[in-house]
C-alpha cells in the first residue's frame, strides 16, 4: 500500500509542475503544449533531469543552470500541494472502489487541478482566471447531472444546483453593495462553483470556514504590518481553502459543532 500510496504522490507532482506551466503562460498567453518548458529569463530549455518536479528544484537549488536567476518557490509548493493533495484524495475516497465513490474520487483529482491553479493565479495576479473558471463550473454542472443519474438521486443535484446558485447571488449582492470592495467579480464564479461542488448543508460550513480563515489571515498580515486596513487581499483563496477543507474534514467539523449545541 505504501507504494501506491508514494505513486499517487508523485502523480501528483508530476500534474503540479503540469500546473504550474498552465499558470504562467495564462498571463503570458503562451500555448500550453507546443513549447517546451524553458527558463523564463534565460529562455534556455530544460534537460529531463531538470522536469522531475521537486527533485530538480533540489538538484539546482533553486536556481537556474545558466543564467543563476531563482526559481520562484511558487513552483516546488505548487508540485509539493499537488502531490499532497492527490494523496489525500486517495486516503479518503479512493479506497473504496464500489461504483460511486471511484467516480467521486476522479471528480476531485480533476476539479482540484482547477481549484490549484484558480488558488494560486488569484494570490499572484488579484484575479480569477477566466479560461479556468468557467471550464470548471460547466465540469462541475456537468458531473452533478452525471451523479443523478447513476443514483437516481435528484436531491443531490438538486442541492448542489441551490447552493450553487444560492452563493452566487449572496456574493453577488455583496459585491454590487461594497462596489466591488469586499470581494470581486471573480469571487462569485467561484462561490457558483463552491456550491455546485459542496452542495448542501456542507456549502454553508465551507462559507464559514473560508470567512474565518480570511478574517484570521487579514489580521496576522496587519498586525505583521504586511498589510493595512485598506490593502486589497484577495478572497478567492480563502474560498478554495474553505472548499478543500470541507471536501476532506467537512463531516467530522460539523458534527463537532452540532454536538457542541
Ligand atoms: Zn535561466
Known sequence: MFLFHLLIFILGTIIGSFLNVVIFRLKTNETILKNRSHCNYCQKKLNWYELIPLISFIIQLGKCRKCKKKISWQYALVELSTGLIFLLIFIFFGQNWQFPYTVYAYFLFLISCF??????YDLKHYLVADKIIYPAIIFAFLFNIFVWFITNNFYIFISSIIAGFSVGGFFLILVL????????????LIGVL???ILGMPMIIVGLVLAFLIG????LILVAFKKKNMKSE???GPFLILGTAISIFWGNVLLNWYLKLL
Open 194 to 196: 463552491m456550491g455546485l
Open 115 to 120: 481549484l490549484i491553479i484558480i488558488f494560486v
Open 233 to 235: 487581499i484577495p478572497f
Open 177 to 188: 453593495i461594497s462596489k466591488e470592495k469586499w470581494m470581486g467579480k471573480g469571487d462569485i
Open 215 to 218: 478574517a484570521i489571515v487579514s
